[in-house]
Structures are given as C-alpha cells and as structure tokens.
C-alpha cells in the first residue's frame, strides 16, 4: 500500500537523525549516506535513500539560537522560577518533543525549542503564585519559520507547570482556525477533535498520555452550544482545558458570556483557574476594516474583559511582523485596549534556524534574491492592481503561465531528486475577490489540461517529434531559462514530466469555497499533494502551504503586517531552494526589501537594548518613532488628505535619497558640489584610499550640514532629507565630526584629478513622472559601509552579527554601529533605468544607534507618501475573503 512507502520512510528517516544525532560531531555526506545503508540493511527499508540522506543531513544541520528577551528589570518578577520548583513534572512537554522528534526534526533542535519554551515559560508567571496577577508580553517570529512549533512549546510547559485555561488565538479565518486547532490536537491534546473519529493522534500515540480537554473541534469554533456539549465546567477541571476560537467579536463575546455564567464566582472573577492567552498573528486586529466582527478597537475590547475575567492571567502575542501595529498605531485601539495589551512585561526576538528559507535570502541576498525573484511586468493588462469584481478577465497573463511551467519542471527535478512523497505547491494571489480567483481557477485548470496531454503524448518520444509541440518547446526552454544547473538534463526532466499530474489538484481558497487544502487528508491516502491554490486573504494569513515551491503574487498592498504575511514563501525549502521562484510586481519586490532591511533591523535592536538593560516601554517608544511609522500612519490616514506630524528616531538608521532628479541641470549642478568639497576635502588634512573611492575621516558636522544643505534633492524627498538634517543637527552635541566617503567605481569614468566619480550601474532604478525610484529604495550597495573602517573595527562588526547567528556575516548596521559616529555616502549612479548616459549624483546619511530618546518632528510630505505607497493600494475592507 502507498500509505506505507510514506509511512516507512518517514519513520525510517527519523530513525537515522536519531541514530546521527548520537555522533560526537557533524557527520558528512559520505558518513551518513553510509549510516543510512547500514539502517536500511538492519530495518529491511527499500525505500529512496537521496532524500532520506538529503533530509537527515539538513537535519544534523540545522541550529537555532537562544534569541533575545527585553523585559521590564524594574519589575518584581524571578524568572528563574521555573527553575526552582521541583515539584513539576514535565508530561506534556517531553510528549511534545518526542513527537516532534517522530517528525523529523533534529535532536538539537528541540533541544532548542525547549530552551526557549522554558525562557518564555520564565517570563510568565509562577501559576501556583497566590494573589491577583497578569503577565503582558509579545513573542516575535518569522513568517513561514516555527512560531507555532514555539507556542506550542510553551503550551506543553505552561500545563505542566499548572496553567489549567488556555485559549489559543488563531487569526480570523476559518481554514486557519481549522489547521491550528489539528496542529494543537497532534501536538497537546493528542487525540483528534474529529466528532466523526475522535482517534488518538501525535502525542497521545504515547502510552497513558494524560489527554488534556478541549472545548473546540476540527470543525466548530466556540460557541455555547459547542461549551455545554463536553460537560464541562472549568472548576470543576482537574486537567489543562484548550480552546482554539478565531478573533471574531462573536466568537469571543460567546466565550466571554459562558465564563461568566457557568464558571465564575460570586464576585465575577474566576480565582482559582491560571489562565494563558496565545494571541497568533496577534496585529491582526489592528487592521483598519469597518467590517463589524473584526473591528480592532471591539476584539481587542473582549480580549480584555476575558482576561479581566481572570484574577490570573498571562496574554502573549505572536507575531512576524515587528512593526505590529500594537506599537505602531494605537488609533487602532481606544487608550485602554493599548495599555492593557502593550507587552510590558516581555518581548522575545526568536531566532530562525539556520535552513530557514527567509526574507534575506529572497530580498537581500543578492545571489539569492536573483535567483529567486522574477518580476512580473505584464499582469496589469490583464489583471490590473485596481481591477473591480464584474471585470471581465479575457486572459492570464503570459508571466503567469510561464510560472506555472516553472512549477511543473520543479516538481519534475524534486521527483528526480527523491522528493516523490513530498507536497509540492503553488500559490497564486492575484485578486481579492472571490469570482475573479474562480475565473482564475478555470484558466489554469483549462492550461493545466492542455500540458498534462501534450506531455502524455510526448514524454516518451524523441525530441525529434516532442519538440514540434509548442507546450514541450516552452517546458525545455523554462528549463533551459530557468533550472539549468539543477543537475538533470531535458532528457531526464522530460521522462520525469509525466508524473508530476499523479497527484495535482488546483484549489481555490477563501472563506466561500468548499474545497479544504487539506494536506493530511493526502497523506491518510499515502499521498503527497501537487496543489495549485489560487486565493486571495485566506492564503495571506497564517496558512501552511506545505512544499510551496512557486510564488505568484500581484497584489498592491502597503500595509506592513498585510504584506509581510503574504510572503507564504518563507519558510524551509530542504532539497529545493534552488528551484523556489517567487514572481511578484517591481514596487512589491522594492517594498517587500525594504521592510525586510526594516525588520532585521529592529531585531538588531532589540539585542542592543538589551545589551542596554531597556524595558519594553522604551522599545515600544522607539518603533513609534521609527521613520516607517510615518508611511504606515499615512497608509490609513491620508485618504483623507491630511496631513500627518510624527515624531521620528533615525537612530541606528540610514536615510538615501531614493528619489532622485531626472533633470540634468540639477544633477549637473550637484556632481559640481561633490568636486567642490572634493577638492577641499571636506576640511580634512587629506583623503584616505578605501579601494573603492575615498574616505574624509572625521569631517567637522558643520561642513556636512553645509554640503547637503546645498545639494538639491528631487522635491518629493525634500522634507525626507530636512528631517535627516534635523537629526543631523539633533546629535551635534554628541558628535562634533563624521565620516564621508566619496564612493567611486574605478572601471566607470572615474578620473581623480577632475574630481569625478565612477558610477555605480543602477538599471533597476524605475522612472516615475520626473524622479528616478531607486531599486528596494537603496542607493548604496550592501556593505559599503564598512569602508574605511579599520579591522578591529571589521572584526568587532562580525562578532556583533555572530552573537545572534554564528553563520550571520556582518551589514551595514553592524557596520554602522562600530563606526560609532554619522556617515555621509555620495555617490553618482549611471547607468540609472533605461537612460545608459546618465549620471546621478546621490547621497546616504547614516546615524550611529542607541540615541532611542532622540526624536525628532517631521510633517509628511503627502506627494512623496503616495509615490512610496504606490498610488492606490488595497485596503482590508475591499476583500470578500473574510468569514461570514
């Protein structure tokens, strides 16, 4: 039975990590392939050895750091009580993590995750404390990288340390709901929530599991009906209870209501029961949607009376998007919603694993990211951003059949490479609302159709008759294009294209669709799953698309948690990271980097204030100011024209003309000031070489506020460039020298004795009206800030990226935290777009980090908000993939 191939080599590769993870050190590839021959041997497993060998060696590894806690040290808290109570048997945490050793995952790394789970635990309080108490705090992922695996975790340890009431927060929809509550009864309850087949399921596979209760099911959220049903009450539980419920404001008014009549006492206040809140996706709320159920300011508000229902109670919110509107916008939330949720007490920066598939490689890393990433230019002819739901839809775009090859060759190389029994997906998001994603629908079930034939007649023939069909000429040109060091040749892939329809199915997911992406209904079977899903919101948030492989997403949101959500991508690739595409519009591309350079960077904060010994409250403080705050305030305000004054931070930061004059006379007239100050050294007794231009050390502050003072920015980024200055001048009485560093390509017409820099090639620069947007808003090049530094310096940035992650190589804020004073870059940029004789002359100013109460008022200019936001945007009430 195929049920048992899957099985068999699931079970036998766990035994192989396990058998690995015994090693005194990392074995290579040689020594656990031939492990891997000895086990099958004694286990009697004819199964595929590649990708047994393939996943156990990701396996041996993969590492995961400690991450970074920030907490309130003024508190009256011992986080070190875990510690000393002896009196706690850890049941359901060690079930847990034997079952996700049954999963694959390392040794070590659930070492790691009970290491951090227990941290986290410290951070709540002892629920054996006496008294009236609650715990605030906040849990920051990465998309698509284990958060649940975490809470989990900490789920298991919170029970077993006595915390008899979890609800369990799992976004707002349905089908996530659904999967949460599947992963929460594998991995806590042990038993499946299935009315139809309540079977014993992951932990509860372990003999005399103390099942915990459950007040929900696979396929009912709370409800009082649901409640009264198990018989339930809570004082009357001797064991942990878990609810799994959406943040609706039905949904939890119905909890709020049965608390409050069944259980509580005469005073209204449940007293003997500890109760945890994990909130997931915890900035969902904040959301600006006028849709009533998922109002932020109401859900919020029952949020708060369910705690209040507690005289002990701890909240934690997961997120992966740092900027979570918890701090950034508190317009979203009455006063009293956002003191009570703030996450006063703690917040935990998770470190990924090592294998972890994240925003860096795909927006930052340069090799990478052009492996990876394919811009789409042609969907707006077909499917344009502001398209209404009766548009008729003639066509897909070319850009999306060709990603569709792109996924059919992928799963081809992965079935080569031994992933046969591996889910393989693609996800396509191109519209909000329900019918034009069915429209969608048909169109690629119709090409799927088309392909699926073209290969049966052709897989097994010559390439003298395959390649008269036009469909086999554009397979081997995609694989040509696209996968050609994959390791296989035509002649490979073209054998191989024929199974890759065995088991793919096109689904459309939202909240109106009837059809579940139901990876573990497959595996029942003894299948993996080749999806293609097309959706809208309902594939943004939260949902596991297992073996995504190809992305295809053209969608114009700026809302930072709406976005970063939307990367379904993330994630681990093991055996195929080569082969993930990911095809989203320019701007998109542009503003998924720059946020990804902001999230990395707020981390990288956070681990300094530690360092610092600063409280929430001070970070909160700081992300309020940070420059991003002004575009995501102006995101839901500016609608309506006004006009926004915040307060900003540029500690830590760096501020580039991005927008750029497409007017010659000014950038003539600019390159000008650049010889001029040249010439004079900006002050300085002499230049220092860096091998890539020169550096003027220590530079009075005066004379930079005098050169870009005078150097003429495009007129949107005007105001961007006076609140540099105002900056600038802010910590003049910290800092009375910078550096600068005239940036120069030798090989691109420089000539120091006329005082000119060489450009730096800037194609992917695109025109707007009459600026020059630079690509992923970036004018340097990645590391440009090291130069000048010295190696002490040098080495004391690599050291700084290794305290979080010993494989991270240092950037540019690492570099700019040991420069330890202002810098200014300029640099002339040419070719910039599609102008091959242009020269631009522009600048960066970066601030050294750890001013955080330095701020400074900025009124945004709206022209230049809008040009960041692209124009029109979408906004979360025009989607229909909400729940009813």
Same mark, same amino acid.
């Given at each position: 039975m195929?049920?048992n ?10 035994a ?5 993870s015994?090693?005194?050190e ?26 047994v ?11 995961m ?40 995952m ?16 410290g951070?709540l309080q ?12 906040l849990?920051?992922?990465h998309?698509q990288s ?12 919170a ?12 976004g ?9 509550q ?20 992951g ?11 459950t ?14 049903q ?7 539980? $001797? @064991? &942990?209870?878990?609810?799994?419920? /959406?943040? =609706?404001?039905?949904?939890? +008014?119905? %909890?709020?209501?049965?608390l *409050? ?9 449940i007293?003997?029961?500890?109760m ?13 949607? $006028? @849709? &009533?159920?998922?109002?932020?300011? /109401?859900? =919020?508000a029952?949020?708060? +009376?369910? %705690?209040?229902?507690?005289? *002990?109670?701890?909240?934690?919110g ?28 703690f917040?935990v ?19 990478s ?12 002819e ?13 066509e ?48 690629v ?28 000429i ?16 035509w ?5 191989a ?79 195929f ?9 320019p ?44 575009l ?24 580039e ?23 004079k ?19 009075k ?18 105001d ?10 802010a ?7 910078g ?57 004391e ?33 040419g ?16 601030f ?5 109460q ?31």
């Amino acid at each position: 039975m195929n049920f048992n191939k899957v099985e068999s080599q699931k079970n036998f590769t766990s035994a192989l990590i396990s058998a690995l993870s015994l090693l005194p050190e990392t074995p290579t590839r040689e020594e656990v392939g031939e492990r891997a021959k000895q086990l099958a041997a004694a286990f009697s497993y004819d199964g595929p050895l590649e990708t047994v060998i393939e996943d156990a060696l990701i396996a041996v590894d993969s590492r995961m750091g400690a991450g970074v806690s920030l907490v309130d040290v003024e508190a009256d808290h011992d986080d070190e009580w875990v510690y000393k109570r002896d009196d706690i048997t850890w049941t359901y945490s060690d079930a847990y993590e034997e079952y996700l050793k049954k999963e694959q995952m390392h040794p070590t790394v659930v070492r790691s995750l009970s290491d951090v789970g227990t941290k986290i635990l410290g951070h709540l309080q002892d629920p054996i404390s006496e008294g009236k108490w609650d715990r605030r705090g906040l849990v920051i992922g990465h998309v698509q990288s284990g958060k649940t695996a975490n809470y989990m975790g900490v789920i298991a340890k919170a029970a077993d340390a006595g915390y008899k009431f979890i609800i369990v927060i799992a976004g707002i929809h349905n089908n996530l709901r659904k999967q949460t509550q599947e992963r929460i009864d594998e991995g806590f309850v042990g038993r499946s929530s299935d009315p139809e087949d309540r079977k014993r399921v992951g932990v509860g596979l372990t003999p005399d599991y103390p099942h915990p209760a459950t007040l929900t099911n696979i396929n009912d959220d709370f409800s009082k009906k649901t409640a009264n049903q198990s018989g339930w009450k809570i004082n009357d539980l $001797n @064991k &942990p209870t878990v609810l799994v419920i /959406k943040k =609706n404001v039905s949904t939890l +008014k119905a %909890l709020h209501v049965w608390l *409050k009549e069944m259980n509580a006492q005469a005073d209204g206040v449940i007293g003997d029961v500890p109760m945890l809140m994990i909130d997931d996706e915890a900035d969902n709320a904040s959301i600006n949607t $006028n @849709k &009533p159920e998922l109002d932020p300011t /109401k859900t =919020n508000a029952m949020l708060r +009376k369910i %705690l209040g229902l507690f005289a *002990k109670s701890c909240y934690v919110g997961y997120t992966a998007t740092p900027f979570a509107n918890i701090f950034i916008n508190p317009d979203s939330y009455d006063e009293e919603a956002y003191e009570e949720l703030f996450p006063r007490d703690f917040i935990v920066s998770l470190d990924a694993p090592n294998t972890y598939f994240g925003p860096d490689k795909v927006f930052l890393d340069d090799i990478s990211s052009a492996r990876t990433v394919r811009p789409i230019w042609d969907c707006e002819e077909y499917l344009p951003f502001s398209h209404k739901k009766d548009d008729l839809v003639p066509e897909l775009p070319p850009s999306l059949y060709e990603a569709i090859d792109q996924f059919i060759v992928a799963k081809a190389i992965r079935n080569l490479r031994g992933q046969v029994n591996k889910h393989c997906s693609m996800m396509i998001n191109v519209s909000r609302f329900v019918a034009t994603q069915n429209t969608v629908r048909n169109f690629v079930s119709l090409y799927q159709k088309k392909v699926r034939e073209a290969v049966k007649a052709n897989y097994a023939m010559p390439d003298s008759v395959s390649q008269k069909n036009e469909v086999m000429i554009s397979l081997k040109a995609c694989l040509d294009k696209e996968f050609s060091d994959c390791g296989f040749t035509w002649s490979d892939i073209k054998v191989a294209l024929n199974d890759v329809f065995d088991n793919l199915r096109i689904f459309v997911v939202n909240s109106k669709s009837d059809e579940a992406l139901d990876y573990k209904k497959y595996e029942r079977d003894g299948n993996s799953l080749t999806a293609i899903a097309i959706g809208g919101l309902s594939l943004s948030r939260g949902l596991t698309i297992e073996g995504l492989t190809v992305s295809y997403m053209y969608r114009n949101t700026r809302m930072y948690d709406t976005l970063m959500q939307m990367g379904r991508w993330f994630g681990y690739r093991p055996g195929f990271e080569d082969v993930c595409r990911v095809h989203l519009s320019p701007d998109s591309i542009n503003w998924y980097g720059h946020i990804a350079e902001a999230s990395e960077e707020l981390r990288q904060q956070i681990k300094r204030m530690r360092r610092d010994r600063m409280s929430p409250k001070q970070f909160g403080l700081y992300v309020k100011a940070h420059p991003d705050r002004l575009l995501i305030t102006a995101a839901n305000k500016m609608r309506a024209g006004e006009k926004i004054t915040v307060n900003q931070n540029f500690s830590g930061k760096i501020v580039e003309s991005s927008l750029l004059p497409t007017d010659s006379k000014v950038n003539k007239e600019n390159e000008a000031l650049i010889a001029e100050y040249w010439k004079k050294k900006f002050g300085c007794d002499a230049l220092e070489e860096t091998g890539k231009g020169w550096l003027a050390r220590n530079a009075k502050i005066s004379e930079i506020e005098e050169f870009l003072t005078k150097f003429r920015s495009h007129p949107d980024f005007a105001d961007r460039k006076a609140a540099a200055l105002s900056y600038l001048r802010a910590l003049s009485d910290k800092y009375d020298a910078g550096d600068v560093l005239l940036i120069s390509v030798s090989s691109n017409g420089e000539d120091a004795d006329n005082h000119t820099l060489g450009t730096q090639e800037r194609n992917s620069a695109r025109r707007d009206g009459d600026a020059w947007r630079t690509s992923k808003d970036r004018v340097a090049s990645r590391g440009d800030e090291k130069l000048g530094l010295s190696t002490a310096q040098r080495d004391e940035a690599a050291a700084l990226a290794k305290e979080l992650d010993k494989d991270k190589r240092p950037s540019d804020f690492h570099f700019r935290s040991v420069r330890k004073k202002p810098l200014l870059m300029l640099h002339v940029l040419g070719p910039v777009g599609n102008d091959t004789n242009a020269r631009v002359p522009a600048f960066g100013l970066s601030f050294p980090d750890g001013h955080y109460q330095t701020e400074v008022e900025v009124v945004a200019n709206q022209v230049w908000i809008e040009r960041m936001q692209g124009g029109s945007f979408d906004t979360p009430d025009e989607e229909e993939d909400y729940d009813e």
